[in-house]
């Protein structure tokens, strides 16, 4: 590979070096939202042909859109935007990506440093713009001959190393003056390129940089103990199968049930107990479970409240935790260690130890009453299309497609009544858990994996981005969008709002429009099923359909909240 030494300007030249080094380290996919600053950078990527572009109006959506692409690809992608409030609207997918440790690489065109704060257009604080919480920042001046490339290429590199060891996004804020289209007469920057003449004619990054090993350091009368007892496997936000299937082996191995989070690729395994919030009512689970005396959690971010809870009850002198995140994921301040490893690599290297004896007991027990909750659920769901039956519904398709399942509503129903006898992979934004971005996120996420994927969403969720229809529209491959539309906020019915007039005004905030309408404006197929048979059939036939389809499921406001308190107490009175 050789990189050229002719260009337009020192702005291009700079471009240039940026996206190129980007790429050497790793970035495929670059998004871009058009702008006039950021244009050295925009026409940069568009000649890189080792880079997939995709381009989108809206910075908002066109962040969690390379949240998404990142979450199916599991490398780093790449934002471009100009400067002023674009560079502000990445904000929201920036906090998701950085809290649940997603790689994506900000770059933005800045004014340069003359036209901040004078009142000069589309011009505003940009450098440390976002939280040091979030981001590790590179600011880059203008380019200038003074500063010569090796020095861009290395302060690169080195933010690049020191984001990935925090778990956080990158930041680069690029001060550009005009001239920022290129000319007709290119200039030969030979002599500006001699001190980076061996990369020229490389295809690595400048420099390489080799992470300390963290080898686990746990001696085997300290793991045996820990093993022996009785004790719990929890599975929280996981993506990698080869873990799914290291954590299922190792609780053969203690003969410790486990439990599956929603998010955890286990949901609805035959081996594990899923549906935990809803079984925690059982006073007959709750018994069983509080028999255990250590536990072994792979992963944070549990959806169940009610788990979590739990967990803080307990109170155990034995509660680990395994997970890559440097964050601390311990809301309840309990965990009394933290394995900082991919739960594959903890398991290969844990000493060896007997297995407990009451193995096949304690298994034995934790199924025979799954068993008889699971039916009693099921039972209960019926044949009636309701919000229930329709993440039902959504769950059985998970053997031919992926779910990406909203916040609020959505991602609990699921985890009450989906997935019995079928793991589901469900991906989520359950970071930050807020509704914005979801159906940016979906998109980039079924254009980074090409497989069919539902996206199971509420309403507002829905309108918050309707934007980026444009981007599922663009979709080669299956893309249902489900919405059951409840007309507002459901979620806020379970809330304990004292005035019924207040809580409808101010919290659920009905809309009363009718969404597949939208269908048309964007190019997409759309349907409002009115009977459980006919949601099966159009989900079918949206499932084999190569493009984006739009189902509207019309409930009534509180429908979703009397049957989930109805479910619960027909598992509280069960006894079971």
């Known amino acids: 590979m050789t990189f050229a030494v002719e260009h337009a300007s020192l702005n291009t030249l700079w471009a240039n070096l940026i996206i190129e080094e980007l790429s050497r380290l790793g970035v495929q996919h670059c998004c871009v939202a058009p702008g006039s600053r950021s244009a050295p950078l925009t026409l940069a990527a568009a000649e890189n042909e080792s880079l997939q572009k995709h381009v989108h109006f809206d910075e908002r959506g066109l962040g969690f859109y390379a949240l998404g692409l990142a979450k199916s690809t599991q490398s780093p992608v790449l934002v471009i935007t100009t400067s002023g409030s674009a560079v502000a609207n990445l904000y929201p997918a920036i906090v998701e990506a950085s809290v649940t440790g997603w790689p994506l690489i900000v770059l933005t065109a800045d004014r340069p440093p003359e036209l901040i704060n004078c009142g000069a257009n589309q011009a505003i604080v940009q450098e440390g713009i976002f939280s040091p919480e979030y981001v590790k920042q590179l600011s880059l001046p203008c380019p200038q001959q003074e500063t010569g490339p090796h020095w861009l290429l290395a302060s690169l590199d080195q933010a690049w190393h020191q984001a990935e060891d925090v778990g956080k996004c990158l930041h680069i804020n690029l001060q550009l003056r005009e001239p920022l289209y290129p000319g007709t007469c290119p200039t030969d920057f030979t002599h500006y390129l001699k001190h980076v003449e ?80 809803l079984m925690l009512e059982s006073t007959g689970f709750t018994t069983m479970l509080n028999r255990c005396q250590h536990i072994l959690q792979f992963g944070g971010r549990l959806v169940s409240k009610r788990l979590q809870q739990w967990l803080e009850s307990r109170q155990l002198n034995n509660y680990w935790l395994v997970d890559q995140c440097v964050t601390r994921l311990d809301p309840g301040h309990f965990i009394s260690r933290i394995y900082q490893q991919r739960p594959q690599e903890f398991i290969a290297a844990l000493p060896k130890t007997a297995i407990p004896e009451n193995k096949d007991e304690c298994n034995s027990s934790y199924k025979g009453l799954m068993a008889r909750l699971y039916d009693m659920i099921d ?198």
């Open 198 to 277: 061996r990369w020229l004619h490389s295809a690595s990054p400048w420099f390489e940089y080799k992470a300390a090993d963290r080898p686990l350091t746990l001696n085997t009368e300290d793991w045996n103990q820990f093993a022996q007892a009785s004790g719990v496997v929890i599975v929280g936000q996981q993506t990698r199968q080869q873990d799914a299937e290291a954590i299922l082996q190792l609780s053969r191995q203690l003969g410790w049930p486990v439990i599956a989070d929603v998010q955890s690729g286990l949901h609805g395994h035959k081996e594990t107990i899923s549906r935990v919030d």
């Open 379 to 576: 039972d209960f769901s019926g044949a009636e299309l309701n919000e229930l039956t329709v993440a039902r519904e959504v769950s059985r398709h998970a053997g031919k497609a992926e779910i990406f399942a909203g916040n609020s509503l959505s991602i609990r129903l699921l985890d009450w009544v989906g997935g019995q006898g079928r793991e589901m992979k469900v991906i989520s934004n359950r970071g930050a858990s807020g509704i914005d971005g979801l159906l940016a996120t979906a998109s980039g996420y079924a254009e980074g994996s090409n497989k069919p994927l539902i996206a199971l969403m509420g309403d507002l969720s829905f309108l918050y981005d309707l934007n980026s229809m444009t981007l599922a529209a663009k979709l080669k491959t299956p893309l249902v969008i489900v919405v059951p539309n409840n007309d507002g906020g459901g979620i806020f019915n379970m809330m304990p709002i004292p005035d019924a007039t207040t809580a409808t005004t101010y919290f659920r905030t009905p809309h009363n429009l009718d969404i597949s309408k939208v269908a048309p404006l964007f190019g997409v197929q759309a349907a409002t099923p009115a009977t459980l048979p006919e949601f099966q059939d159009v989900l079918q036939q949206a499932l084999d359909y190569a493009g984006c389809t739009l189902i509207q499921i019309r409930t009534p406001d509180d429908e979703a909240l009397k049957l989930m308190m109805e479910l619960r107490s027909c598992v509280r009175e069960s006894g079971s």
